[in-house]
């Protein structure tokens, strides 16, 4: 008769002190782990910190960009100073019936899927010399990257610009009617 004695060995042991954690700190970016039944990877979160995300979904915020556009209608209304000239110029002027404060400005990637929307906005009144005052307006819209945007303010405006373009002019636009 042969007699077998089992004894208890410990052929691997993990720390529970080293198990990931969702929200704990990792050491290694895009690390992968489990969190009991989880898969888990190493991201940065909004602080820039590592921490264990649960796998598939992201901590970090979508990089935005700020386009600002400014409009001006050269010649539009009368002097600054007027009382009238900013209503004026928030109704629709004398040239330029279609441009007011509410104007539609949208913003399209390449493909043509809508990137934003908004308005012109309250105008502001600069005096041109040797000339009658211009409206001013002035939108500023959020965008996330793209290879191209096309930008189409009311019915005057519709022109693309490549996201390097966009980079070259800071992220503003200075769009002019009028002479």
Not at 77 to 85: K, Q, R, S, V
């Amino acid at each position: 008769m042969v007699l077998v004695l089992l004894l208890p060995i410990d052929f691997f042991s993990i720390s529970s002190a080293n198990a990931a954690k969702i929200g704990a700190t990792c050491k290694k970016l895009n690390a992968k782990d489990w969190a009991g039944n989880t898969p888990v990877v190493c991201q940065k979160n909004k602080s820039g910190k590592l921490v264990w995300t649960k796998f598939g979904t992201t901590t970090q915020q979508a990089v935005t960009y700020t386009l600002s556009i400014l409009l001006i209608e050269v010649g539009e209304t009368t002097y600054a100073a007027d009382p009238d000239a900013v209503p004026y110029c928030n109704s629709g002027g004398y040239k330029y019936k279609d441009v007011s404060a509410t104007t539609g400005v949208e913003v399209r990637d390449g493909n043509g899927s809508l990137l934003a929307t908004g308005v012109l906005g309250t105008a502001t009144v600069m005096d041109v010399p040797g000339t009658i005052a211009s409206c001013v307006f002035k939108s500023v819209l959020k965008l996330k990257k793209a290879d191209f945007y096309q930008v189409k303010i009311g019915t005057r405006y519709n022109t693309s610009f490549s996201f390097a373009d966009m980079e070259a002019k800071k992220w503003a636009l200075s769009l002019t009617l009028g002479v």
